[in-house]
């Protein structure tokens, strides 16, 4: 028989919807500076790690799930910006492709400005079989090219730039961390964000639209988990 799905759920700040979502959620035991959490469904274990803001961070965080909690699957969920008209505050999309804009190796080596060595293009792509089984659960979902790097975005100039120059369509600090560990340990991952803020919103609109963004995107995560776990293993 086969046993339970292990996910791990890595947040950033939004740990708030956690708690409002899973009210039975569990503490566990954690290196300091984590918060660690278990949701124990029929069908599947999720481990919810709340593991801080940046590339960093994501990345460590993801590791200490795959490496300590021993989990299958990476899952993140988040509040972004929006780079276009198209990406307003509270729409959902499930990330395809993640470009690590910050990354730049151009100066000493043949590869474009947020070219991640070993990848032939700016573009590294989410798990695509994951991607296609979450839009045979949501299919409305919409795909998106996410821009990701070490800085709130906050201004029109600035998102129209990312969208300009690196095809995205939204932004945030974490999601170029969470694919590149997952791909080196071979955890498949799959990423849903919720804008925040649009193009013409700072950072007003952001902390306006958190705790709103980040449940929405939340519920989407937990039915597209729920319909993962029910799918052979």
């Not at 039975?24 to 954690?30: F, H, I, P, Q, S």
């Not at 070490?150 to 095809?167: A, Q, V």
Request: proline share 2%; net charge negative; aromatic share 8%.
């Amino acid at each position: 028989m086969l046993g339970k799905m292990k996910a791990g759920l890595i947040v950033a700040i939004e740990i708030d919807a956690i708690f409002t979502h899973y009210p039975n959620v569990k503490e566990l035991d954690a290196p300091s500076g984590y918060k660690l959490f278990l949701v124990e469904k029929e069908s599947y274990d999720l481990y919810v790690l709340q593991a801080g803001m940046g590339e960093i961070a994501a990345a460590a965080g993801t590791q200490f799930l795959i490496t300590k909690c021993g989990v299958s699957t990476i899952v993140n969920f988040g509040v972004v910006g929006g780079l276009t008209t198209d990406m307003k505050r509270e729409k959902i999309c499930i990330v395809d492709r993640v470009v690590h804009y910050k990354y730049d190796c151009s100066e000493f080596m043949d590869l474009a400005v947020g070219q991640v060595a070993g990848h032939d293009s700016i573009f590294i792509k989410t798990s695509e079989e994951l991607v296609k089984s979450a839009l045979s659960i949501m299919d409305h979902l919409p795909l998106a090219t996410c821009c990701s790097g070490d800085k709130f975005i906050s201004t029109e100039e600035e998102k129209r730039y990312l969208h300009d120059t690196f095809e995205g369509d939204i932004c945030d600090m974490e999601s170029a961390g969470i694919v590149l560990t997952c791909q080196a340990n071979d955890v498949p991952c799959l990423l849903l964000k919720s804008v925040s803020d649009g193009l013409a919103d700072g950072a007003e609109g952001f902390y306006n639209e958190l705790q709103s963004a980040s449940l929405k995107c939340l519920l989407a995560a937990d039915t597209i988990v729920e319909g993962l776990a029910g799918k052979p293993q």
